[in-house]
């Protein structure tokens, strides 16, 4: 068969109309507006060949769908076109020519196609980078249009890998044999097909056209089946019970629980993420969770590889949440209530600890277990659940001697320890050993404790909002008087200038955007990258928060009806700590870290490795050096394993996977989760886009992958709002954001935030949760 060529949208569809055999070519005729000034009644005649009341009028000018520029949208298409209304008709025919550059650019026209089912786009691979997948968003709505204008809400996403050919839906099965057909037609593997089903499930191809390779990473050959099958083998040994781990079924996500896509990212390179593995979360999250009452699950890693995309394991995380006291028969019942919730509601992937989980006592949690009575479990189940949440709950918000003033005092000899150890005679490997190792010791081992103790603070807190003891405000005041690290150095930046400039990167040079990624420079490395001494940030001011004595003796009857073994003011000295300390023992650990990771790049230059590379050295690698001595220069074993580990991220690069990940199948096709993602104040503002990394922010929305602690710096730029593409309803940048009452939209997730960055302007109306690209 001869291979097609490419040409214009409308000859495209011609040559097709009588070669295509999985999918139907709408009739097609082609005019100008040279023609329409020649002969308007010749004109009129092949539109009236069509037979057809509606017609879609469409642009096809030469200067779109060419191998080097699309110019998608750039010019006029009109709908529903009454073909008996002559003056419109051709009133509609002017308008579209008119909006190409030159008179003799085609003008299509075909009849409308009416009942549509189904109307989207498909790709032949992912469009920004060619990974081997077929992508095909669409509409059900009925509209012929709302994919390609941006106006849907809630488009539907299927990904499948290209070289597997079980597809289980059987309108994802038919756009994919026409994507392959075509493929083989023009003897191309990257095209952008739109299309629609009708309302008698049939097919029809409405567009073809090449994808713009120009300037664009290509790996379309990157990611071998044998990879897919070995993940697809390991998903289903995981399914298997493992010592001391109720449920029945293993689910695995990247947000819940330590939310690795906000931390160190979907793709993180090997350094950030062996880093986040070796200090949190192979073993310190789990000696945390025992330490403060509930299950021992040490030895278990929480987060796995799945070719480099870091995975939490969800039933773990579930397990975890159950205090030790409670009856092994009624923890498995409550893990799989759990599992089975999540399962059938995918959109709390990044709200477990919020919608799912009872992880402690708060004013409110009776009402909130009596949903379990619908789940098969008795009221003394729930009476044993309810005591045990209550018991544990007690344990750690003890003000005189409970878990999280013991994890804050630990907490405090983490200067000391970093001082000696920076000033040592030590090498740079063994600063590098010791300060991770203090840095787990005396930093993210009290830190995970205090966080969780700062997690009960807030739900107790947002109870007393439920149960109508304070109002929002009420709750914001509170909020609002607390003294956090944040606010000092938004107040600090507020006065900052070349004076004290010094003392101020004396406190806070440490930190960076990504606090994990030896990439992402420091304040003090780049100062002038992160603040513009010539804006000014206000002030924050603390606010004094007040309760009356009348109030103060209602809470304390509140407390001791709910058997809270301390009083009112204990209890708010408890809140007080726990959500401060959550942000300074961060601030501090961070320190530690920073400093091993800067270390990390003196290690680089000694053995004459870039920092860009030494990113993908996994950390075990470099602390075994600290007890073994090998016969072979460290460095060529290190860039051995560079090279492995770059070779494994382009194909971390490629892969597609579902932010939850609940069926083996989905390793090579799964449908997109809608992402419901966490809208901050009830605020509406509209701004033009920026992105993270530009000079000027100021009154703009501004757009961050993630939402780590390292952009609170953006804080001090004046901007608008924010959208991250990960984080959680309870993530750093969500409570900044709340503290600062702006705007901002927390996990909108990938597909989203894609078309954001396409995007001018946006308004975000925090109040009915809905972003617009304007």
């Avoid at 021992?296 to 995309?309: A, E, T």
């Avoid at 394993?641 to 892969?655: R, W």
Wanted: aromatic fraction near 12%; hydrophobic fraction near 40%; include cysteine.
């Amino acid at each position: 068969m001869e291979k097609l060529s490419f040409q214009t949208k409308a000859k495209n569809l011609l040559i097709l109309k009588d070669k295509l055999k999985n999918a139907k070519i709408l009739d097609v005729v082609i005019t100008s507006l040279k023609e329409i000034f020649q002969d308007k009644e010749e004109v009129f005649k092949k539109i009236a060949s069509l037979n057809s009341k509606k017609l879609i009028i469409r642009s096809s000018s030469s200067n779109e769908d060419s191998l080097k520029s699309s110019n998608a949208g750039a010019f006029l298409s009109l709908a529903n076109v009454d073909v008996n209304d002559k003056n419109q008709l051709f009133k509609a025919l002017e308008e579209v020519g008119c909006s190409m550059p030159n008179e003799n650019d085609e003008i299509l026209i075909q009849p409308m196609l009416l009942d549509i089912q189904k109307c989207g786009v498909a790709f032949s691979v992912d469009k920004d980078n060619f990974a081997p997948y077929f992508c095909i968003e669409y509409d059900d709505n009925g509209s012929n249009s709302s994919i390609t204008d941006g106006s849907v809400k809630n488009a539907k996403t299927y990904f499948h890998y290209r070289e597997n050919d079980d597809i289980e839906n059987k309108h994802m099965q038919q756009v994919i044999l026409l994507l392959k057909e075509l493929e083989t037609l023009y003897e191309c593997n990257f095209l952008d097909v739109e299309f629609a089903f009708n309302d008698k499930d049939e097919l029809f191809c409405l567009q073809v056209r090449p994808l713009i390779m120009q300037k664009k990473i290509n790996l379309f050959n990157n990611l071998p089946k044998e990879a897919l099958q070995r993940l697809y083998k390991r998903f289903l040994s995981l399914q298997e019970p493992r010592p001391r781990i109720l449920g029945d079924r293993a689910v695995f996500g990247v947000m819940p629980d330590w939310n690795p896509a906000e931390i160190i990212g979907l793709r993180p390179k090997r350094l950030a993420f062996s880093l986040y593995k070796e200090i949190i979360t192979d073993n310190i999250w789990a000696y945390q969770r025992d330490n403060y009452g509930y299950r021992d699950l040490r030895s278990h890693p929480l987060i796995h590889s799945f070719l480099g995309i870091p995975y939490v394991d969800v039933r773990l995380s579930f397990n975890s949440f159950i205090p030790k006291t409670l009856d092994e028969d009624i923890a498995k019942k409550l893990v799989n209530y759990y599992l089975e919730k999540l399962y059938k509601n995918h959109e709390l992937h990044d709200k477990v600890e919020f919608d799912i989980v009872f992880s402690c006592y708060d004013f409110y949690i009776d009402k909130k277990l009596e949903k379990l009575l619908k789940y098969g479990f008795n009221k003394n189940e729930i009476k044993r659940i309810e005591f045990s949440l209550l018991n544990l709950t007690n344990s750690i918000i003890n003000i005189k001697n409970g878990l999280c003033l013991k994890d804050i005092e630990k907490s405090k000899q983490m200067f000391m320890r970093y001082e000696n150890i920076i000033h040592s005679d030590f090498s740079i490997l063994d600063k590098i050993y010791w300060l991770l190792e203090e840095c787990k010791r005396y930093g993210t081992l009290p830190f995970a404790g205090i966080a969780r103790a700062a997690f009960v603070a807030m739900t107790m807190l947002n109870s007393l909002v439920e149960i109508g003891f304070f109002t929002k405000e009420e709750k914001n005041d509170f909020l609002n008087s607390l003294h956090t690290i944040s606010k000092t150095l938004s107040n600090e930046l507020a006065n900052l200038n070349e004076d004290n400039k010094q003392n101020f990167l004396k406190q806070f040079g440490h930190l960076r955007a990504g606090t994990y990624d030896i990439l992402s420079l420091r304040y003090d490395e780049d100062f002038d990258g992160y603040f513009d001494l010539k804006q000014k940030s206000e002030i924050q001011s603390k606010k004094d928060f007040k309760i009356s004595d009348e109030k103060l003796q209602k809470l304390e009857q509140i407390l001791k009806e709910h058997g809270i073994e301390i009083n009112a003011k204990e209890f708010f000295n408890f809140l007080k700590i726990a959500i401060e300390g959550r942000e300074f023992v961060k601030f501090e650990f961070s320190k530690l870290l920073s400093k091993a990771i800067s270390l990390i790049e003196e290690l680089g230059k000694y053995y004459e490795i870039s920092k860009e590379d030494m990113a993908h050295l996994d950390i075990k690698s470099i602390l075994n050096l600290y007890s073994s001595v090998y016969s072979k220069n460290p460095k060529d074993k290190f860039l051995n394993e560079i090279n492995e580990n770059k070779q494994e991220y382009k194909l971390s690069l490629a892969i597609k996977l579902p932010i939850l990940l609940t069926e083996a199948n989905q390793v090579f096709g799964f449908f997109a989760n809608y992402t419901h993602p966490n809208f901050v104040t009830q605020k509406s503002i509209s701004a033009n886009v920026a992105l993270e990394n530009e000079q000027d922010l100021k009154g703009k929305i501004v757009l961050i992958y993630a939402a780590d602690p390292g952009y609170d710096y953006l804080f001090t730029k004046d901007i608008a709002g924010f959208i991250t593409c990960y984080g959680g309803a309870n993530s750093h940048m969500a409570i900044r954001a709340s503290e600062l009452a702006m705007p901002a939209v927390i996990g909108v997730g990938e597909e989203n935030f894609k078309k954001y960055l396409q995007a001018k302007k946006i308004k975000i109306d925090c109040q009915s949760e809905q972003i617009f690209c304007l």
